[in-house]
């Protein structure tokens, strides 16, 4: 007598192919995507582990980004006041040499004032950060470009870069500015005057000069920082989320060979029922 099959039977079969393959296609879906898991569904924690990962990185990109500019900005002014203090040492040098008694020695050197002066108010126009944010003409000398590196919420999460404004009717001292200097007048600048005018001045771009340059020297240390930050991110991210190929593409064989098993042991079960039932009916 022939042993029925169990519809049972073929229904498990059918499970197996199809949990199989399944199964393969999700390591399909991981292979092609580099993920470890293509949805919440597969590992709602390590999803939320790496959602809160990204806004980290995204938060340290705008601080590294912001580090970036105040480092420029401090630099270019850093620059820029260089630039003026070798003026002003000319200034200084050819006041020095005055003799206020020789005609020709006066009117060297006061065309010498005028052709530096004119230099320090190109300075002052032409100065810029990377942005074009004018930095020595008197616009950031008080309240300064502030730039936010940082989100611990404390007060060194923001750094100001000032300059001093570099226009020769700014610099000099209380009672007389570099431009009003003046050795042919009717009452002519001293020659003391003129060089405790450029020592005013010196020492106010020299003052804000070493600010602007603790800052470009802060920044440079705290852009590597941040950029080591987002690297390292970066690894966990690619730890927590990235797929391993190998074991993935071994699984995938598994499960193919599985489904593949599944459907020749279906198909072989189903053509001997049917087999069955024909000799049942004495077809």
Not at 131 to 149: C, M, N
Not at 151 to 157: L, V
Request: hydrophobic share 45%.
């Amino acid at each position: 007598m022939i042993s029925p099959i169990s519809g049972s039977n073929l229904s498990a079969l059918a499970f197996y192919q199809t949990s199989a393959l399944q199964a393969a296609d999700a390591s399909a879906a991981r292979l092609a995507s580099g993920r470890r898991y293509t949805s919440a569904a597969e590992d709602a924690v390590s999803m939320i582990t790496e959602i809160s990962m990204r806004g980290q990185k995204a938060s340290t990109a705008i601080y590294l980004k912001s580090a970036q500019s105040a480092s420029d900005t401090a630099t270019s002014a850093a620059n820029g006041m260089t630039a003026v203090s070798n003026v002003l040492s000319q200034m200084k040098a050819a006041v020095l040499g005055l003799d206020s008694a020789n005609t020709t020695s006066v009117t060297s050197t006061q065309k010498t004032i005028a052709a530096l002066n004119d230099e320090l108010t190109r300075l002052a126009g032409t100065t810029t950060n990377s942005t074009g944010q004018k930095l020595l003409d008197g616009s950031i000398a008080t309240t300064g470009l502030s730039f936010r590196v940082a989100g611990s919420g404390g007060a060194s999460d923001s750094v100001t870069v000032t300059a001093v404004n570099a226009n020769a009717t700014s610099l000099g001292s209380v009672g007389l500015k570099l431009s009003a200097i003046d050795f042919g007048a009717g009452t002519p600048t001293t020659q003391a005057n003129a060089l405790a005018a450029i020592q005013a001045a010196q020492d106010a771009v020299s003052t804000s000069m070493a600010g602007a340059a603790a800052v470009a020297s802060a920044m440079g240390f705290r852009t590597s920082a941040l950029a080591d930050q987002s690297s390292s991110i970066d690894t966990a991210i690619g730890n927590l989320v990235d797929v391993d190929t190998a074991a993935e593409s071994a699984n995938l064989s598994r499960q193919q060979i599985i489904a593949q098993s599944a459907a020749a042991m279906l198909a072989q079960t189903q053509a001997l029922h049917a087999s069955m039932v024909r000799q049942l009916l004495g077809v």
